[in-house]
């Protein structure tokens, strides 16, 4: 059995020094990655066995974000090691910008800091954003979409019009 309403997602993380960072200088200025892969499914199941988060949305909103597996492995500098990942919470935060993608924000609680070099994880919860499509959008996008499609034809009709019929033409240029 399944959970009601998932959506099962691969994280695949790639921390290290990135340009523009507002990170310490010292902070994977070694040009160190840390690369872990997360297996989660985003639930719709409420969030109740802990406090939401600020960071993330509306308590009343956020929802279970549940890991697969309950560790994920990464390669530190003395080899591969592996970390606890638990459960966390998401929500999708709708942008009122035309064209512009909702965002879906999320947290997973790691149980211990995950280092290589001088790059880290720290433990706790780790944060995620990116971009998303709701299905909502996208039917909202689609009617904007063919509403031009529509006026693209009519104004092309229009001009097509305007344009003269070909015995107009040869006519208009076979005088003499």
Same mark, same amino acid.
């Given at each position: 059995g399944g959970v009601p309403g998932r959506a099962a997602w691969t994280?695949?993380?790639?921390? =290290?020094?990135?340009?523009? @960072?507002?990170?310490?200088?010292?902070?994977?200025? !070694? =040009?160190? +990655?840390?690369a872990m892969k997360?297996?989660?499914? *985003? @639930?719709?199941?409420?969030?109740? !066995? *802990?406090p939401s988060e600020n960071l993330v949305g509306d308590?009343?909103?956020?929802? +279970?974000?549940?890991?697969?597996?309950?560790?994920? +492995?990464y390669m530190s500098d003395s080899g591969e090691r592996e970390v606890d990942i638990k459960e966390g919470g998401w929500t999708i935060s709708v942008r009122e910008s035309v064209g512009q993608p909702d965002v879906l924000r999320f947290w997973l609680e790691f149980g211990e800091d995950c280092v290589k070099k001088d790059v880290?994880?720290?433990? =706790?919860?780790? *944060?995620? !954003?990116?971009g998303c499509w709701t299905k909502e959008l996208?039917?909202?996008?689609?009617?904007?979409l063919a509403a031009a499609v529509k006026a693209r034809e009519e104004a092309d009709e229009a001009v097509n019009a305007e344009i003269p019929k070909e015995a107009d033409f040869i006519s208009c240029v076979s005088w003499r």
């Open positions: 994280l695949r993380l790639d921390v =290290g020094r990135e340009r523009g @960072t507002w990170m310490p200088a010292e902070w994977g200025a !070694s =040009g160190g +990655r840390l997360v297996d989660v499914d *985003f @639930t719709t199941l409420p969030l109740r !066995s *802990f308590e009343k909103r956020t929802q +279970r974000v549940l890991p697969l597996v309950a560790k994920a +492995r880290n994880i720290p433990k =706790g919860r780790v *944060f995620f !954003s990116t996208i039917e909202a996008n689609q009617l904007k």
